[in-house]
């Protein structure tokens, strides 16, 4: 069995970063959307990301995105996969794969089994699912607020294209969560965190060895 990719999300600060890549993490996420107190200033892109190693992807987690924030990211290096986690269509995937050429990823929101459904509308428009928890009414944030949903829906499910899992996960419960749902890649963001946006590097540490013991 494949190891489980870990992907640790929201990461601002080097030490944080390094702590990832320590780890053992595939990839790390670099938060674009304003909103969120995991946002990562444009002023500083090029110093966070140039502190990623190689073999270490960036993801740019952006929310309904425009096409001109899009370039400013990638010009400085601050992404090479787009993670979409806003209300972006198959159509607005595609576009944004086939203008940029990088790996495209779209957050699919999970409430009930019916939601996991809306995966199927990405395939060809987009290269890899991320299920997450689906956050309530009115809320701010799409996401890292620390919700999950009931990770069983996807015993059953057959995701049209590579996926991973997020939402509420950390160094407690991400073993069961690999257990019961297979998932080949896990995201942590919240779970990680000793205050909303700041990142503990010894709960990423505990989270990592959790994952990598699996």
Excluded at 90 to 102: N, S
Aim: net charge neutral.
């Amino acid at each position: 069995m494949l190891r489980t990719a870990i992907k640790i999300c929201g990461v601002k600060t080097a030490p944080a970063i390094d702590a990832a890549v320590k780890g053992g993490a595939s990839h790390v996420g670099l938060n674009y959307f304003p909103p969120s107190p995991r946002y990562l200033a444009l002023d500083r892109v090029a110093l966070i990301a140039t502190r990623v190693p190689e073999h270490v992807k960036r993801v740019g987690v952006l929310v309904d995105p425009t096409d001109d924030l899009i370039d400013t990211l990638i010009a400085a290096g601050g992404m090479q996969i787009v993670q979409l986690h806003g209300r972006e269509t198959p159509e607005r995937a595609a576009a944004i794969r086939q203008r940029t050429g990088l790996e495209v990823w779209k957050v699919i929101s999970v409430k009930t089994a019916a939601d996991l459904a809306t995966g199927s509308s990405y395939a060809g428009a987009a290269d890899f699912l991320l299920y997450d928890a689906k956050t309530p009414d009115g809320a701010i944030l799409p996401g890292g607020m620390g919700l999950r949903f009931d990770w069983k829906l996807l015993a059953d499910h057959r995701p049209p294209m590579p996926w991973g899992l997020s939402g509420g996960l950390d160094a407690e419960n991400v073993a069961q969560a690999i257990r019961l749902t297979g998932a080949p890649l896990v995201d942590v963001s919240s779970g990680i965190e000793s205050a909303p946006g700041v990142k503990d590097v010894d709960k990423i540490a505990a989270f990592c060895k959790a994952v990598n013991q699996c």
